[in-house]
């Protein structure tokens, strides 16, 4: 992964100079705002993952400035949210940012460091059950997946964030941690 926001310093001491590097742990790129819609895909009711993705968005509210609202109707400006099977086992779930593309009407990858239009977020059902997963390991995942679309990447300190790359079963952190939100307030330079 890139280091984005790196911020080097020198820590000096009677004997010793120490290089410290800090990085940040959000794409450089993202959407424009933290403010957006999501439309839910007819899966995300019939595997019964309405009240997750519904966490998932609103437990990021707590940072003042993001609000994702849930539509019934799709548009080519609003995050899709999908829930399904996938046949590679560790994969919990995926977000993937779209732009638009060069033909009127088309949308392309963005890159996780370009200007995103809007992204398509699934859950993988299959993988969750196998895995023993429980309704808060669940709604885990989704807060995580929904936390990618806000531009944040996994963490560099698994042990404190939701962001944490290769969540499992039985993860005291399935809703926002304080580092979580502080990563957020960075990214999209919101002051206390």
């Not at 993705?53 to 994702?68: E, F, M, P, S």
């Not at 997963?133 to 669940?138: A, G, H, L, T, W």
């Not at 939701?162 to 990563?183: C, E, F, H, K, R």
Request: net charge neutral; proline share 5%.
């Amino acid at each position: 992964m890139k280091l984005i926001g790196k911020l080097t310093g020198v820590i000096l001491s009677t004997f010793l100079i120490i290089p410290l590097t800090v990085s940040a742990d959000y794409h450089a790129g993202g959407r424009t705002s933290p403010i957006f819609t999501a439309y839910y895909d007819g899966s995300v009711a019939s595997y019964g993952y309405t009240a997750h993705l519904d966490t998932g968005r609103t437990a990021w509210y707590q940072v003042g400035k993001v609000n994702i609202s849930k539509s019934s109707s799709n548009s080519s400006s609003y995050d899709e949210y999908y829930v399904g099977t996938n046949t590679d086992p560790t994969l919990l779930g995926a977000q993937t940012p779209y732009k638009n593309g060069t033909v009127p009407g088309t949308h392309v990858f963005a890159g996780w460091d370009g200007t995103w239009k809007y992204s398509v977020l699934s859950l993988y059902d299959n993988n969750m059950n196998n895995a023993g997963f429980s309704y808060n390991d669940k709604v885990g995942v989704a807060v995580h997946e929904v936390g990618h679309t806000l531009a944040l990447k996994h963490t560099t300190a698994p042990n404190l964030s939701v962001m944490a790359s290769g969540t499992w079963a039985g993860n005291p952190t399935y809703l926002p941690t304080t580092y979580d939100i502080g990563q957020l307030k960075a990214k999209w330079g919101i002051t206390p």
